[in-house]
């Protein structure tokens, strides 16, 4: 098992960087594929960003592509997430989420963490 908790969060204008960490406790940490999602007000939750278990793989949402970047470490058993030139539509709260092998679908995610929230404003 992985316990999860997302910190970093807060309010920061349009074009700004925000950079959120995720500490993973377990002994198993480094078994996960470790991700990114985010649900903003009166919309479902949705895939942004995961890393690989070795890091060596990472995948993007088309909408934070060029824009977001995620790094991991597992001998400090973190994931961050920077995200740079933040715009208004990526307010939402973000959590971090594991499983085993890489997915796009909320759904299928094992371990949550509890969430941290991003403001941009205009």
């Known amino acids: 098992q992985v316990q999860l908790a997302e910190s970093g969060g807060g309010s920061v204008q349009a074009g700004g960087p925000l950079r959120l960490s995720c500490a993973a406790s377990?002994?198993?940490?480094?078994?996960?594929?470790i991700s990114w999602l985010r649900q903003a007000p009166g919309k479902e939750r949705e895939f942004v960003a995961a890393v690989s278990w070795r890091g060596g793989s990472r995948w993007y949402a088309d909408s934070v592509k060029g824009r977001f970047t995620i790094s991991r470490d597992n001998v400090k058993k973190t994931v961050a997430l920077q995200m740079n030139s933040l715009k208004p539509e990526d307010t939402a709260v973000y959590f971090c989420?594991?499983?085993?092998?890489?997915?796009?679908?909320?759904?299928?995610?094992?371990?949550w963490g509890q969430g941290t929230q991003v403001t941009v404003s205009s």
């Open positions: 989420a594991a499983r085993q092998t890489y997915d796009l679908d909320p759904a299928k995610y094992d371990y």
């Open positions: 377990g002994r198993t940490f480094s078994n996960y594929v």
